[in-house]
């Protein structure tokens, strides 16, 4: 499992003070871009940066997150953890589980298939792209 920490800024409130669910979407998105590109290129994985598209995506809103920042603190940060539970030939799933004050908060599920971006179609996940997502 990957876990990394994203920032939740003001500006992703909504009227009623919580997180917003579109900005959700965004920090499940800050947080797979995270594994997928800046992990994934740090363990020798470039290729997932050629090309990498979103087929379906789950959303589940467990509890409110709430932006609570202290007059000391500027930025307050959310952890998100994310495993890969299913790789196929093209395609693989991601899972999130997304941390709240009392306990997880959002959990979500992320279809995605490996994209050739010149043909415009999808194209099989190369040996070293598998490697690294069964690491996770």
């Known amino acids: 499992m ?3 920490d994203v920032a939740v800024r003001w500006s992703d ?10 900005r959700v979407v965004t920090l499940l998105e800050e947080a797979r871009t ?10 020798g994985a470039h ?13 589940r809103y467990r509890q409110p997150l709430v932006y609570s920042a202290s007059p000391v603190r500027v930025r307050v940060r959310v952890r998100v953890r994310v495993r890969v539970s299913e790789l196929l030939t093209a395609s693989f799933a991601v899972e999130y589980i997304v941390a709240g004050t009392g306990g997880d908060a959002v959990t979500a599920r992320t279809q ?17 792209e598998r490697e690294f997502l069964a690491a996770f």
């Open 2 to 4: 990957f876990s990394t």
């Open 13 to 22: 409130m909504d009227i009623y003070g919580r997180v917003n669910n579109a």
């Open 34 to 43: 995270e594994l997928l590109f800046g992990e994934g290129a740090r363990r």
């Open 47 to 59: 290729t997932l940066t050629e090309g990498v598209v979103v087929v379906e995506l789950l959303v």
């Open 112 to 128: 995605l298939a490996a994209y050739d971006t010149a043909a415009r179609r999808p194209r099989r996940l190369k040996p070293g």
